[in-house]
Each structure stands twice: as structure tokens, then as C-alpha cells.
């Protein structure tokens, strides 16, 4: 079975700090990897993914996040973080050969940035 | 065109009404999703329809009534739902070729409250 970590559930940072959301995935068959975003009262918004090629992939916003497959992590980092950073982050992975098109969701982090 | 655009936003149905969301895209995206999302909650998959068919249906009880009149509509049909129903529901499409399922694009989501 598959399955996605999200080591916290809640993440307090100061406004401009370095931040990291952490996940870990278990998977016996090649996975795709996303980041996905929620502002409150809206939709969830896709991050970043990695499908191969270079480890570390990055968003048009300032994250980025690293593929590591002997850990089995995607973890996802900012150097410097902004109030409107303030969301809930979804990591997912989803299955290159599944039958049906299932995005399996870690259970969220809460990244909260205070000034 | 790079929206999925779901209405309506918010809904207040009782229990035994009959209602329906919709759901839109202009993308070419060949896959489509209904999604649930409990507060504080990652989103649950409901159904998914590939190339206008029902693929795969999460056992979702039968008050719950998708439906895909094209491949740039989607209908999810409610019927005597009841309190605990009560969620934002999400409605997502993907590409089934290149980059794979995954890389979802989600709508804002209908808020639905069952009284």
C-alpha cells in the first residue's frame, strides 16, 4: 500500500525565517510527487512536482523542495518566509502505473507566519 | 484557459432536497475528479471519470450521484444527504497522458452545509 507522511501538522514561523514542511512517502512502485497549496476558503493549488529528472525542483515563488529516494522524502523548504506564505500545504504522491488516477494526500501542514 | 471553475460556491441544502455542482473545464484535461474535504482535513476522493467514464468510485454511498455529460462538464446529482455530508467538495482535472494524473488542477469548491 501507499501511503504519505506529514511529519508536523503545524508549522509557526517569524516572517523572513527559513522554514521546512517535511514528507515522507512509502511506496512499492514508482511514485510522481507534488506540493500542493490552500489558502483558506479556496482550493488547492498546485506548488511544485517532481516526475524525474533533477532532484530538486522549484516553485516561481521561492520553494523548493528535494527528492531523496533512498529516504523516501520531499521535503519542502523556503529560505525566507512571507505573511501571505501563511496557508495549509498538502504534500501527494501519485502512481505512474495506477489503473484509475489517484492522488494519495499526506494529512497537511499548517505553516502560520507571524510578523 | 487554465481554471477549473465550480458553482455554485456555497450551498445550504436540507435533507431531503435534491441538488446538484457543477463543475467546468477548457483545458482538454481527459480526466475529472470529485474530492471531499473535511475541515482540517487532506481531500478525500470521491470518483474519478476518464475519457467521460466512470473509473473509479471510492464507495461512496449512493445519495452521492456523479455524473460526466462531456469531457469539459462534471455533475455530482445530491440527494437526501444528511448533516454529516456537510463539507467542501472539490472538483479536480488532469491530464492522462504526458505528465500523468497527478498533476491536478483543482477548482475553488463548493461549500456545502446540510441542515
Known amino acids: 500500500a501507499q501511503s504519505v507522511t506529514q511529519l508536523d501538522s503545524q508549522v509557526p514561523v517569524f516572517e523572513e525565517a527559513p522554514v521546512e514542511l517535511r514528507c515522507n512517502y512509502s511506496s512499492s512502485v514508482s511514485v510522481y510527487l507534488f506540493w500542493y497549496v490552500q489558502y483558506p476558503n479556496q482550493g488547492l493549488q498546485l506548488l511544485l512536482k517532481?516526475?524525474?529528472?533533477?532532484?530538486l525542483v522549484e516553485s516561481i515563488n521561492g520553494f523548493e523542495a528535494e527528492f531523496n529516494k533512498s529516504q523516501t522524502s520531499f521535503h519542502l523548504r523556503k529560505p525566507s518566509v512571507h505573511i501571505s506564505d501563511t496557508a495549509e500545504y498538502f504534500c501527494?504522491?501519485?502512481?505512474?502505473?495506477?489503473?484509475?488516477?489517484?492522488?494519495?494526500f499526506g494529512q497537511g501542514t499548517e505553516l502560520s507566519v507571524k510578523p | 484557459d487554465t481554471e477549473v471553475t465550480q458553482t455554485p460556491k456555497h450551498l445550504v441544502m436540507g435533507m431531503t432536497n435534491k441538488k446538484s455542482l457543477k463543475c467546468e473545464q477548457h483545458m482538454g484535461h481527459r480526466a475529472m475528479y470529485w474530492y471531499k474535504q473535511k475541515a482540517k482535513k487532506p481531500p478525500e476522493l470521491m470518483f474519478v471519470y476518464s475519457y467521460e467514464k466512470l473509473s473509479i468510485n471510492e464507495s461512496v454511498p449512493s445519495r452521492f450521484s456523479p455524473e460526466c455529460p462531456n469531457s469539459s462538464l462534471l455533475n455530482l446529482h445530491l440527494h437526501a444527504l444528511q448533516p454529516e455530508d456537510s463539507a467542501l467538495y472539490l472538483c479536480a482535472s488532469s491530464p492522462i497522458t504526458g505528465t500523468g494524473w497527478g498533476e491536478a488542477f483543482f477548482g475553488q469548491g463548493t461549500r456545502l452545509t446540510v441542515v
Open positions: 501527494a504522491v501519485s502512481f505512474i502505473y495506477n489503473q484509475g488516477g489517484k492522488l494519495i
Open positions: 517532481y516526475l524525474s529528472g533533477s532532484t
